[in-house]
């Protein structure tokens, strides 16, 4: 199930610099887009999400720009801290029938490993 | 901030053996799910729950797995016979509406199939 795509494994950046982590997805149904963080033995934790009839989102140091001709996703910190570093997972979910609402299930990326540096 | 809880943090089984894995979940939230993520790979569904019942099913979810909610707080994943490929961390999550809010995840219980 190849549906969300993370295809950069790891990421450094500096403190203070932007971070662009990005996600590509195949199925046009997603309605919803969502960003997780997750530290090592911790569940993921919800960031930010953004809806398909939208094409960006922000909330303090996270914003989320998507362009679905593309189908693509990315999700901008500014400025990094350590403290951001973390698995960064790409989320999105579909509606569940035609005029439905999307209490669905999430189909995860692959997760990029954010490393920001002091 | 309101968490979702899952007991036990680790769990050792036989194979063959059934596991119960459990969760508490956010008090007002109406939706469950249980994920997984074997080692390595990625977080992936299994089951979503409301009102009750089993709203929707991945293929991985099948006759050795079943959920309940057995007193209106705890959430709960049964594996009846469990397989070493069962081995992963196990995610219970919960949500109050749509996705664009987000669900909130439990720390999860790794599971480890001997």
């Known amino acids: 199930d190849q549906q969300v795509k993370q295809n950069s494994p790891s990421l450094s950046v500096q403190e203070g610099r932007i971070s662009i982590l990005n996600c590509d997805y195949t199925?046009?149904?997603?309605?919803?887009f969502l960003w997780y963080k997750k530290y090592p033995a911790e569940g993921p934790t919800f960031l930010i999400s953004?809806?398909?009839?939208?094409d960006k989102n922000e909330d303090g140091r996270f914003t989320v720009f998507l362009n679905k001709s593309a189908k693509h996703l990315s999700l901008h910190i500014v400025p990094s801290q350590p403290g951001d570093s973390a698995v960064y997972f790409c989320a999105a979910s579909a509606a569940l029938g035609a005029g439905g609402t999307s209490y669905g299930k999430l189909t995860f990326g692959q997760g990029t490993i954010l490393t920001v540096h002091p | 901030e309101p968490e979702v809880t899952q007991t036990p943090s680790h769990q050792v089984t036989q194979m063959g053996q059934e596991v119960i894995l459990r969760c508490v979940p956010i008090s007002n939230h109406l939706y469950f799910y249980w994920y997984r993520q074997i080692l390595g790979q990625k977080v992936e569904f299994l089951v979503s729950?409301?009102?009750?019942?089993?709203?929707?099913k991945s293929e991985i979810f099948d006759d050795q797995f079943s959920v309940e909610r057995p007193d209106g707080s705890n959430f709960t994943l049964k594996i009846r016979s469990t397989k070493l490929e069962d081995s992963a961390m196990y995610f219970c999550?919960?949500?109050?509406?749509?996705?664009?809010?987000?669900?909130?995840f439990g720390s999860g219980t790794r599971l480890t199939v001997v």
């Open positions: 999550a919960s949500g109050s509406g749509t996705a664009i809010y987000g669900y909130t």
């Open positions: 953004i809806s398909s009839i939208k």
């Open positions: 199925n046009s149904m997603f309605d919803y």
């Open positions: 729950f409301y009102n009750n019942e089993i709203s929707e």
